[in-house]
């Protein structure tokens, strides 16, 4: 059961890290479908930032490691982020479709870029170790504490990382003035606007910043849970987080707090089928509809009772401009 | 000191060729109340989103406190002490009363606006809840978030564009105390409005606009609702709009006891009677959003009813759907501000547009066996087996007819004279007065029985203008009870057989176009005269007698 509730905390951030940047996004009136290319290029950045440190030194700091992992992975979500940007917020294009192709470009890319630009015999062994033992490392007290070290600190520093993100980003957008322009945006860009919110501004920033925190989620998978050992189908399995993130944004109804939950629900749910014992291969794809079937039965739940604080930002998928008033 | 809070010099501007305001020079004292009176589209709302940084003037000078001054956003209004607070409000739903005021300021923190906006409320007579949210919220508590908005900004001039139009008359007095106790702290205030008892109620002077011209500013002491009105409709113009012969025979459509709510779930219509005959035209007069759309959208089935009954050739259409009230004949084109936002679909062709309405009466072609007097009855039953099986089969035709519809497309555009490249263009290709005759055009071709056209001239040149009310006086030829919802009085006075007056869903009387005035018409429409209260007459169902008594 221990093991249990670990893991689902450890695989549940990845979705909070992309979950917390698509609520950003979303926050700002942008649907970003390309949250799954997007932590592709995450991984991608990642890796290539390890790399980089060791192609420095044979034996960099752990220090150094982690954070140009970080830099990197947050640096190449940005990148696609801000192709998003430009193509919804400044010329306008349409959100869906625009999101899908970031999906796909940074589905394809990550698989390309891994295989052909980063990984080598020696990377790997590189990878492993910093994922096992730099990005893994645990707090002080995670053996000598029981079960509380064991369900709380002894796992890597992203974990931390996604719930302080999470934990920021809430009250951020509950507490302060900024939280309250931005929202006030993804509501009505063109009230905004008229109080003089800069919403291109606000825009841009949430995009990219989203979509850095959830290229955090791609960096998370690869090196806090695989260990740094990179797969030849991770883009495929980052992609199917991607949409489940997506998906946990509509659960959390659009609420950071709820979603550090609800990304532990989600995380125990998609490794549930590791912990039941005499399942067969056939029935896993069935207990991996279950977070998608949840989602549905909150949708349905939140239009039923149809409060307005539980619904999506009024001008989620449309675009503005001035002129339109 | 400068006595004028805000001057205006010379103000125009223009959208394309069209002047909405030419040359206006308009003054607002320092503490006091000025209304701004005009018809539709005389250019009030154009002139004061120029002083709130909205639109740019063209031309001419805007001095606020005697210094000249350069307002091109909201954000330069507000330096200037200029606050508006528009006709739609600028609001965010999910947020607080607090958090919409705080909104984009620089002031103080979320925790300290509750308290101040009490303090501003308390100040001038509000009743607030900062805590409250918007959507949680009443029109009038809106409108209230709205005026403290501004204040909260420190706006000394306050622009309300027809701040009255949505509130019950105790919302208006309570706010019209607030806008008293505003003007003692030397707020200066522009109020909009179409009302003229509130003009005399409220105002210290009173600016009249007509068609995009300034026409001159009076102190409302020395003036009186009758010389307003005719500074406001001015003379009368002669248009020469054939106007044949009403045939009218018995009652086509009747509108009885009709109470409809509008979307923000006031009445939009009230206890509305009234009914078309066949063979003759019923303009509706009023200025806009007095319920001419909710009437129009109860009639036709898209909006629910709360009360009273819509009956067509004497039987009741209440809670028939769209479709079931198109196909007994009541045909609808309502042509709104944006002139493409109803009945079509821009990007599609004449001739897709003609089917989205007519689609279901296509079928596989199949003809119906004649059936003649020498048939034995095994004959005439067997004929009569096939042809409802081929009208079964015609009805359930997953295919459209593209052929017929193109056919008809061309019908339509040779009659109404519609210039287009093709019936294949896209609609959004053609001009505003060639989408609209599209639009009637349409309308036209189900052969209704009872047309309801509301704005068909809306934004045409003469020579459309005078094409459009061809196809409506043929359609009266032919029988067609027709009820025209217009803008221009002189337009509705000399093309209609009867004009009905609205003024905020109420309804002021029913009046011969030919034995009324333009004044008249003013003054029912700004709810100073009417002509229901003045009969003492009990509302009820919609007779004969009632039309013209007034006038015979």
């Known amino acids: ?325 | 000191m400068d006595e004028y809070a805000l001057q205006l010099q010379n103000i125009s501007k223009y959208f394309g060729s069209v002047a909405a305001n030419k040359n206006i020079d308009l003054t607002l004292k320092k503490g006091e109340i000025l209304a701004l009176l005009g018809e539709n589209g005389s250019g009030k709302t154009t002139l004061m989103n120029m002083i709130s940084g909205i639109y740019y003037p063209d031309e001419g000078h805007i001095f606020v406190n005697g210094e000249e001054a350069r307002i091109s956003s909201p954000q330069d209004a507000f330096r200037y002490k200029i606050g508006m607070v528009h006709q739609h409000f600028k609001l965010i739903d999910i947020f607080s009363a607090a958090q919409n005021i705080v909104l984009g300021t620089k002031g103080s923190g979320l925790a300290r606006i509750n308290e101040e906006v009490k303090a501003i409320a308390e100040k001038y007579g509000f009743e607030i809840d900062p805590k409250k949210k918007i959507y949680d919220m009443s029109v009038s508590e809106k409108q209230t978030v709205e005026i403290v908005k501004v204040l909260y900004r420190g706006a000394d001039i306050l622009i309300l564009d027809e701040p009255t139009a949505v509130l019950t008359p105790q919302e208006t007095e309570k706010l019209f105390s607030v806008m008293r106790a505003m003007k003692a702290d030397g707020k200066s205030i522009i109020i909009i409005t179409h009302k003229l008892n509130e003009v005399m109620a409220i105002s210290d002077r009173v600016a009249v606009l007509r068609k995009g011209e300034y026409i001159g500013c009076v102190d409302t002491a020395d003036t009186d609702p009758a010389s307003l009105t005719e500074m406001m409709v001015g003379e009368k113009i002669t248009l020469n709009i054939s106007r044949p012969e009403a045939h009218a025979d018995r009652p086509l459509l009747e509108i009885r006891d009709l109470t409809v709510n509008s979307d923000e779930g006031s009445h939009a219509i009230e206890n509305l009677n009234f009914f078309i005959r066949g063979g003759e035209i019923l303009g509706v007069a009023g200025i806009a959003g007095c319920g001419q759309r909710e009437l129009c959208e109860a009639i036709a089935g898209l909006r629910k009813i709360e009360s009273g009954g819509i009956y067509h050739e004497g039987e009741s259409i209440v809670g028939l759907s769209p479709r079931a009230i198109s196909a007994r004949g009541v045909a609808m084109s309502f042509i709104p501000e944006d002139r493409l936002g109803m009945g079509l679909a821009p990007s599609m062709s004449v001739t897709d547009n003609m089917m989205l309405k007519n689609y279901q009466d296509h079928g596989y072609g199949i003809k119906p066996l004649p059936l003649s007097d020498e048939d034995t009855p095994e004959q005439a039953k067997k004929k009569n087996a096939r042809n409802r099986f081929t009208e079964f089969l015609n009805r359930h035709c997953p295919f459209v007819d593209r052929k017929k519809a193109r056919a008809e497309a061309e019908r339509i555009i040779e009659e109404l004279d519609i210039v287009t490249p093709s019936t294949e263009t896209p609609v959004r290709r053609l001009s505003g007065g060639n989408v609209q005759k599209v639009l009637l055009g349409r309308e036209i071709l189900i052969e209704p029985n009872v047309l309801i056209t509301a704005y068909p001239v809306r934004g045409l040149d003469i020579n459309s203008s005078y094409l459009i009310y061809d196809i409506l006086n043929r359609q009266k030829e032919a029988g067609t009870g027709i009820l025209f919802i217009g803008e221009d009085l002189d337009v509705m006075l000399a093309l209609c057989d009867k004009i009905m007056v609205l003024c905020h869903g109420k309804m002021m009387g029913v009046v011969h176009a030919e034995k009324t005035t333009k004044e008249q018409l003013g003054l029912m429409m700004a709810g100073a005269l009417d002509l229901e209260e003045e009969k003492g007459k009990p509302m009820g169902v919609a007779k004969d007698t009632r039309i013209g008594e007034d006038q015979a």
Not at chain 1, 116 to 135: I, K
Not at chain 1, 162 to 191: D, F, Q
Not at chain 1, 228 to 240: A, K, L
């Open chain 1, 1 to 325: 059961m221990l093991t249990f509730l670990t893991s689902a905390i450890e695989f549940g951030v990845i979705f909070l890290f992309g979950c917390v940047g698509e609520i950003l996004t979303e926050k700002s009136g942008h649907l970003n479908l390309g949250i799954p290319g997007i932590m592709c290029m995450g991984a991608a950045g990642g890796c290539l930032g390890v790399k980089l440190c060791y192609l420095a030194s044979p034996a960099p700091s752990a220090f150094l490691v982690v954070l140009m992992g970080i830099l990197f992975a947050m640096l190449f979500a940005a990148a696609l982020g801000a192709v998003y940007g430009f193509l919804t917020v400044s010329l306008r294009s349409n959100q869906n479709v625009t999101g899908l192709a970031c999906t796909i470009f940074g589905v394809g890319f990550t698989s390309f870029f891994l295989n052909n630009a980063v990984l080598s015999e020696g990377v790997s062994t590189q990878l492993s170790q910093a994922g096992l033992h730099f990005f893994n490392h645990p707090l002080p007290g995670a053996d000598s504490l029981g079960w509380f070290g064991t369900l709380f600190l002894d796992h890597g520093i992203l974990v931390y990382l996604a719930i302080v993100i999470a934990v920021i980003a809430a009250v951020v957008l509950r507490y302060t003035k900024a939280g309250l322009s931005l929202r006030a945006v993804g509501e009505s860009p063109a009230t905004a606007d008229a109080v003089g919110i800069n919403v291109t501004g606000y825009k841009y920033t949430a995009i990219l910043l989203g979509a850095a925190i959830a290229g955090l989620g791609g960096l998370c998978y690869v090196m806090d849970y695989m260990g740094g050992i990179v797969g030849s189908t991770v883009d495929q399995t980052i992609q199917g987080i991607g949409w489940l993130c997506i998906a946990l944004v509509i659960f959390a109804m659009w609420k950071p707090a709820f979603a550090i939950l609800g990304s532990i629900v989600f995380g125990a749910l998609y490794i549930l089928s590791s912990y039941i014992q005499g399942i067969s291969f056939e029935q896993i794809p069935l207990l991996n509809i279950v977070p998608f079937a949840v989602t549905i039965l909150v949708l349905i739940a939140t239009s039923i009772v149809g409060h307005r604080e539980m619904q999506p930002p009024a001008s989620l998928g449309l675009s503005y401009f001035r002129e339109d008033r």
